[in-house]
């Protein structure tokens, strides 16, 4: 069973609207590797696994729960930059003009029509995510192979949507997520060393250095991409694998750490125009 | 941020093995008007919501943490349902014979192909889950109401389910969900009376009686169909909402409630022809 | 702007229910070369249309219009096919037994989960139709010839989907369509004869005898495979193509002529057990 | 059966061409909540109605056949505003230069590459229309329930678009579907209050004011947001339930009434530089 | 079985990069009427091939063999107008600003974030390939007359592409498919001719002509309108088909003959910000 | 540019015909990990590929190359499965009874209604292949890895359709693909090697032994499992990855050498009933 406290896994930054960032992010939320889907294949990976050696299942369950609260990162970050987009302060529905026509222009139009300016389970292109990109095949070294290629692949893909915005609210939550997908890379190549792979110089994969973009940083320095955050409130087998040396060039040492003290959610700002929420009138 | 306690939110009655049903209940987990759709709209309708009343968002996010639970549920259902169902234990890959031929019959192959014999993010006819299902629209009512939808045509569904097989293991966790249901439709209809509706006789919908069901009665007896589970680690409004008179003519007191205390996880045993996990000799 | 009159273009025979043949018939109302896809196909082409040449709009309108009552009779026929397919009469929700366990055996799923055993957009395989099959590429050359292959691989399948069942509600439903699939097969192949084409033996397609099936044969007889009933309550242009020589082999006269008389809908009984309509006790 | 009169049932308003609002407003034509979305949702809705009470399959059957109309009307408009966006009158296509090299730049590609600038089956994302939107689960509460969210959401997201663009073409048609939207809106709410609901102040939803749109008042005046137009050429029992005060906090009396004069087709020219329609040389 | 020689089939004429052409000529590579589409139609109509008339299988078949250059073909042009479109030379990962900010305007989004800015398997909208465009019914007729549609449409698309960008990337290549596009358009009309089909001035279709593209002109003296590769190592049956008076109204004879002589892939350069190919350091 | 000699790169062995086996063995065409993603993978990784380390390239590509013959010997072997599964020699359209009433039982009902007893594009559960599951990241060691999972992942799955059934057509298909999985994994894991990974003894994934299935013996005894074949016309760079000792378990040393000597296809018989080809009478 799940439990919930109303705290973010991570700030979010301030910065102005950035619609098209909006649009870009999405695919690190709804995209095929992004925060949706390794969260719903960790859970079908944990949830269907066989036999007795408890520690991959726990490996693998310890992520998805942290996956989680990644998504709800990724969302909150699309709301603020999707939040003051549109309408003036003084905008109106009925009135001439068109308060939406510039903000379209390179937006994702369902942010507007459908969301109320706010996130969707889509990727940068508007194609809704789909289940058929969950691997959970039963044979657990494909399963940690496959989850490999997925922690790598959206770590190449954050690296690259990084470049396409320098808006601070965006570029800080993909600072964070590179750095925590080091580490979750890390939990799976080493689970494979368990099985006697040596990786050699092959991690990170793709081959780039955290210290190099200034908001990764300070989670390096807090050792973010070498710790698996614990967030069990009973026992788990986690650090039977995440424990010993990583298995990435940047070196240091694995550890289960308690996750982070959380963040508040900013409060999004009613919208009449936009009938969000709607209960203008209805509560008078 | 998300916690976790590895129980399950209710039993796993054991029967025989079953693919027929665990192919039709798959709707249950991932269609368009399954667990997996009610967890991920209320996520996205909790984490975009706008505006300060959040008696409404604790609502909203207190049935979504349950709704996590609840796929679990039906994963592991499902796997009860397909484990044994194939190979005999003497089975072994290479020798005559085709153990899977019988099995596949009525069932959705790719349980087999893909799945191990285990759960898959896909409906009864084995189209995967798909994010354009998710309704949130930030007009809270439009949202409300379809949440009453959204809840009403998954019992709906259930209780046709439920005349398919009558597998205990089956009809053990669609009766719990059955209840559950009630509860969160319940829920919702609910808020939408806090903003003046009077439902008069049209609840529950649809118009059954869970006490015909068998499995269902000792549930209501507990209460379940008025409850709402509490999953939260800090303080929520969402009493402010669920409380007092049932909007359905089951009639009873609305009550935020503690969770089940918890029920273990059947271990699904190594399946070695299905080289499932996969980790024989590898560890030798 | 459109008009209705609750009449069906053809009759229902009445015959078992047969869930298996109304699964594969439901190619013939959602599938790529079903009646819905005629129909949206024919919607757009005369919608979009470009230039003076009206005769051309008239004509592809016309099947348009005809179109909508295919898809009338196919959602009726197998709504004929599943009613009484599950349930006994005696059947009660709550009782020991699983009244649609042998029902699905065969059977597209979704028609008892989602629609109450009735019919539903999606094909035999059970994919939901989709807009992306709807040609309408604004040259009336290539229009007309997709039109052509759209008729007749429309006939083609249903020449094939008639042997899977000897049901009567099923194939007069098949006879009745494939003769007209015929006469707007003429149609398209005659408006390209008015631009220069000499089809020689090519037509019909499939190369088919109708008089061999014996539901075809008062159709034939009643001259449909060579007429084009006429829907509007305005003048129309179609008689300056449909006339003259058929472009088919079987030969005769293409004539515009008055719709059949219409015939009855059939009444679906009430179904407690499905909760459909689900009014017993609400208006109570 | 169907018949037809080559009429609109709303004027189309000249303006300029606006490729970026044609793109937006694909979302009303083949959108999760647009008109072919509608349309097909009561066409299924009232093939499969069961039971005798056929005062609501009347209900449904007659906002379907209104919805066809829709679904012209909004082609046409899109036809309208994609009408002269690319090609000037000179334009040639072997010619230097590339004269759609400007207008593709926020338009939905495909209006220039399949349809000849004319209307598609996909929303504002260019996804094409899907069958598994349509919801037809034969309880006739949920039915309706699952009506009145999709009108509302019809309206909600019109209100939207409308501010996307200030051009007359495309504001016209959205306000005469808001308005309709409206009066359909109070269609399926009424029938909820034949079975027992009191919606108190929920209607309408989104909690808009008609007025406050200028193109939306003169079709208040008229009454269309009470009116039910009647395009039945047979009896129907429409009326038992459209009738009496009208649910939404806007009042008055609901009425069915003859449908609009109906407005003439505006011709699109021959785009000899698109092909369209191909005809040229090929009758000389 | 198939064999390769590092040729491309058409030249790869360089000029400046343009994204928003790489995005709209993804449609003549994954689109609905693409080579993909035409490479695997032809690919499951050959292996499908039913009978003793081989000299139609050779036909299908040895345009089958030359869509696979035609795929690779545009996966090149795609390439050559992505390379160069994002990042300076000096570029580097972790700097301030935002390289691909303005790449990204008017392109896929999915071209820089999936692709290291190459080609992708989908169409114009970012929409994925598609298995259900296959059209393989088994029916020679309307096989062949759906490849004439295909040909048709795939020409008419691509006329109307060649209008969105005069880069001479993008027009060469363009320009080479249309005049292929001709030359298989005969070859399957000439195969219904063979059927005893008269087309009198039917074709090309659309009704243009190639002279009037100023890159076509030099293909056309080649004789490759109607030219067909001969890409078998062993014998062939094709010629009893496609020769004699072209089918189009251009004229000439069908001639089956050597292919082009080839043309050298250009090389793509490294592009360490992207991470590709990604070697840098592994391999010291 | 891509060359053809008309032979299967394997035998097909006769049998009974087994629609059932037909159903399921489509998920090695046209599924997720089955051979049409394998080619179109391999296809856009070698056509996209960046840098001057050739053998990589031809590595991929000549993968690619022999993956196109593995879609025909599928697309062949599902011909064969099927043929002759439903008329009876003398069976008549026209006739009285169903001939495809029993085959469809537990078929694809598309494998009927569409492709006349042929292949399809489509997995084990009918859904049509889909260009999403192409990865091609640009980053070549993720591009590796993923290539690694993909054949690992086609492997298992076949071992799992193995046990479907024991026909012969159907297991010698399965057998031959199989050995040339595990080459081809082979090929992939060897390329990482080159970059530092020492594998120990996690291959071959699943933890199979290929001489437990009797018909993949002969294949092993060839030496299948070490070699790959080449298919290129001019010279390629691909032994110097694929050369030395296998990273398997199963040893040996890898060895590019010449393909198979070629294997007839066999003739399918024309299909009048089916109207395939649909030549009769036409011809004469």
Chains 1, 2, 3, 4, 5, 6 share one sequence.
């Not at 003084?90 to 001439?96: S, T, W």
């Not at 690259?160 to 890390?186: G, P």
């Not at 040596?198 to 908001?215: Q, S, T, V």
Request: glycine share 8%; with cysteine; aromatic share 10%.
């Amino acid at each position: 069973m799940y439990f919930y406290k109303e705290d973010l896994i991570n700030i979010i930054v301030p910065d102005r609207p950035d619609p098209a960032a909006a649009k870009v992010i999405q695919e690190t939320l709804g995209g095929q590797f992004g925060e949706m889907r390794t969260m719903m294949q960790y859970f079908f990976q944990s949830a269907n696994f066989r036999g007795k050696d408890k520690k991959y299942r726990d490996l693998i369950r310890g992520v998805f729960i942290e996956e989680i609260s990644h998504v709800e990162l990724v969302q909150t970050t699309i709301n603020e930059l999707l939040n003051g987009s549109g309408y003036t302060e003084a905008g109106d529905a009925g009135v001439d003009g068109a308060p939406l026509d510039e903000a379209i222009k390179h937006a994702n139009p369902h942010h507007y029509i459908m969301a109320a300016q706010s996130s969707l389970p889509v990727d940068a292109g508007g194609n809704p995510w789909n289940g058929s990109w969950v691997y959970s095949h039963g044979n657990l070294i494909a399963d940690l192979l496959n989850n490999v290629v997925l922690e790598s692949t959206g770590v190449l893909q954050k690296s690259r949507i990084y470049e396409m915005s320098s808006n601070k609210t965006f570029r800080e939550t993909l600072a964070f997520l590179m750095v925590r997908d080091n580490a979750h890379q890390n939990a799976f190549a080493k689970a494979l060393e368990t099985l006697g792979v040596d990786w050699g110089k092959l991690f990170p994969i793709p081959n780039y250095d955290l210290n190099k973009y200034p908001e990764c940083r300070k989670y390096v320095e807090l050792g973010y991409h070498n710790a698996q955050f614990n967030f069990r409130l009973d026992e788990t087998k986690i650090g039977e694998i995440f424990q010993g040396a990583s298995p990435s060039r940047s070196q240091g040492q694995l550890q289960v750490t308690d996750p982070p003290k959380g963040f508040s959610i900013p409060e999004l700002p009613e919208m009449p125009n936009e009938h969000s929420p709607g209960l203008k009138d209805m509560n008078s």
